[in-house]
Nanobody, 122 residues
Framework: QVQLVESGGGLVQAGGSLRLSCVAS????????MGWFRQAPGAERDFVAA????????YYADSVKGRFTISRDNAKNTVYLQMNSLKPEDTAVYYC???????????????WGQGTQVTVSS
């Protein structure tokens, strides 16, 4: 069984930065395509960013392109989401996800974390 644990969320003012981390246990993260999704209250879970197994390919939602950066450290079994120039509309619960197949922008992932709250004040 794979467990994903997110951390790094919190309250930040607009224009600020946060770095989310997702640590995987149970299997080495290098076999997974990894993604970050977010869900605001009353909204669907939306794709944010994804990264291939090797880290050579990354994908971003248009709304975060140029502000967020996804990366991974397979030696540490960890995936990161660096979020800069945060906006109030980035407020959501952020979820880490893993899939045995290549990274995807769709929510068809095999494992999900519990989520970490990010709140951006104006």
């Amino acid at each position: 069984q794979v467990q994903l644990v997110e951390s790094g969320g919190g309250l930040v003012q607009a224009g600020g930065s946060l770095r989310l981390s997702c640590v995987a246990s149970g299997r080495t993260v290098s076999i997974f395509g990894m993604g970050w999704f977010r869900q605001a209250p009353g909204a669907e879970r939306d794709f944010v960013a994804a990264i291939s197994r090797s880290g050579s390919n990354t994908y971003y939602a248009d709304s975060v392109k140029g502000r967020f950066t996804i990366s991974r450290d397979n030696a540490k079994n960890t995936v990161y989401l660096q979020m800069n120039s945060l906006k109030p509309e980035d407020t959501a619960v952020y979820y880490c996800a893993a899939r045995y197949a290549t990274a995807s922008t769709s929510p068809r992932y095999d494992y999900w974390g519990q989520g970490t709250q990010v709140t951006v004040s104006s």
